[in-house]
């Protein structure tokens, strides 16, 4: 059976399955609710196979329907990566990077990695996403990223781990907290207290929230914010302690009557990795995004 793919049709497909909402999707294809719901019509007709489920709350992928966005990704990526290729020859944009990171990667390093990749690269825009370790791999090895940066180092056809460096979680006390003056601790006994932490879209929230639920216990949060400086200044406020990068911890230590403990556990010191899925393949100004992350580790700069 000859089957032809439209290039809309797999906009449309990847923009609804992101959404959930056949309604988002085709806003977001620029096309009327009518005309995408009569191209979808149209590809199930085509492959011989629903892509959707259809219900009152919206839209989800059937098995079908996974595997025709999984490859529709692949398919778009590697036609950006197409434009991008060809536009080094031109003037213009290049191109657009897609970078998946986790919690430390995003506040920590990546700001100024960037401040400086694009200084350098006037004409390429990056999109850069905070997930959960796994969900940046699963990315990467969908398509839906170029460059991952993952405390998991496995997982994904396909995927190459470069190492990268140090990520070491500590917990952070009021000074006059009752834990404030051990050396280290384990991440169970903190339990006993309440939590300051990052809004639960963060990728540490979650990793904190399995931690606990991997001891079969419950985290008591007080407060959720939605960055390091305001998690410190809520802990120098006695509102409860929280587990933070060390090196977010060691700026706001100097300033704010707060101490640093050491977590015991085998997970608070974590060698994080960039992941990319065949690095031969990427456009050139991915690989030099990846080349601008390696030489900063390179060039000593630690966050343990």
Same mark, same amino acid.
């Given at each position: 059976?000859?089957?032809?793919?439209?290039?809309t049709d797999m906009h449309?497909?990847?923009?609804?399955?992101?959404? /959930?909402?056949?309604?988002?999707?085709?806003?977001?294809?620029?096309?009327?609710?009518?005309?995408?719901?009569?191209?979808?019509?149209?590809?199930?007709?085509r492959l011989g196979t629903?892509?959707?489920?259809?219900?009152?709350?919206?839209?989800?992928?059937?098995?079908?329907?996974?595997?025709?966005?999984?490859?529709?990704?692949? @398919?778009?990526?590697?036609?950006?990566?197409?434009?991008?290729?060809?536009?080094?020859?031109?003037?213009?944009?290049?191109?657009?990077?897609?970078?998946?990171?986790?919690?430390?990667?995003?506040?920590?390093?990546?700001?100024?990695?960037?401040?400086?990749?694009?200084?350098?690269?006037?004409?390429?825009?990056?999109?850069?996403?905070?997930?959960?370790?796994?969900?940046?791999?699963?990315?990467?090895?969908?398509?839906?990223?170029?460059?991952?940066?993952?405390?998991?180092?496995?997982?994904?056809?396909?995927?190459?781990?470069?190492?990268?460096?140090?990520?070491?979680?500590?917990?952070?006390?009021?000074?006059?907290?009752?834990?404030?003056?051990?050396?280290? @601790?384990?991440?169970?006994?903190?339990?006993?207290?309440?939590?300051?932490?990052?809004?639960?879209?963060?990728?540490?929230?979650?990793?904190?929230? /399995?931690?606990?639920?991997?001891?079969?216990?419950?985290?008591?949060?007080?407060?959720?914010?939605?960055?390091?400086?305001?998690?410190?200044?809520?802990?120098?406020?006695?509102?409860?302690?929280?587990?933070? *990068?060390?090196?977010?911890?060691?700026?706001?230590?100097?300033?704010? *009557?707060?101490?640093? @403990?050491?977590?015991?556990?085998?997970?608070?010191?974590?060698?994080?990795?960039?992941? @990319?899925?065949?690095?031969?393949?990427?456009?050139?100004?991915?690989?030099?995004?990846?080349?601008?992350?390696?030489?900063?580790?390179?060039?000593?700069?630690?966050?343990?």
């Open positions: 059976m000859a089957v032809y793919f439209d290039l449309l497909m990847v923009n609804v399955a992101a959404a /959930q909402s056949m309604t988002k999707g085709a806003e977001q294809s620029f096309l009327s609710l009518p005309a995408a719901s009569n191209r979808v019509k149209n590809l199930e007709s629903a892509l959707l489920y259809r219900n009152s709350q919206g839209v989800t992928l059937t098995p079908s329907g996974e595997a025709f966005v999984r490859h529709a990704r692949i @398919v778009l990526r590697q036609l950006e990566h197409l434009r991008g290729d060809i536009q080094e020859y031109a003037s213009g944009i290049k191109g657009r990077v897609r970078v998946y990171a986790n919690t430390t990667a995003m506040n920590e390093f990546m700001p100024d990695i960037l401040a400086r990749y694009l200084a350098e690269h006037r004409d390429v825009n990056v999109e850069l996403r905070e997930r959960l370790s796994h969900q940046v791999v699963k990315a990467v090895a969908d398509g839906a990223a170029d460059i991952g940066i993952t405390a998991k180092a496995d997982g994904g056809e396909n995927v190459e781990f470069l190492p990268y460096r140090n990520d070491r979680l500590v917990l952070v006390t009021h000074a006059d907290h009752p834990l404030a003056g051990r050396e280290s @601790v384990d991440f169970a006994e903190t339990l006993a207290y309440d939590y300051v932490s990052l809004s639960e879209t963060s990728a540490i929230h979650a990793f904190l929230l /399995q931690a606990a639920d991997d001891l079969g216990r419950m985290l008591r949060f007080r407060v959720e914010v939605g960055n390091f400086e305001a998690v410190c200044r809520m802990i120098a406020a006695n509102v409860g302690i929280g587990v933070i *990068p060390a090196s977010a911890a060691r700026r706001y230590v100097r300033d704010l *009557p707060l101490r640093r @403990v050491a977590l015991n556990d085998a997970w608070a010191l974590r060698r994080l990795h960039i992941c @990319v899925k065949q690095f031969d393949r990427l456009p050139i100004f991915a690989k030099e995004l990846v080349s601008v992350l390696l030489k900063d580790e390179a060039e000593g700069v630690t966050h343990d």
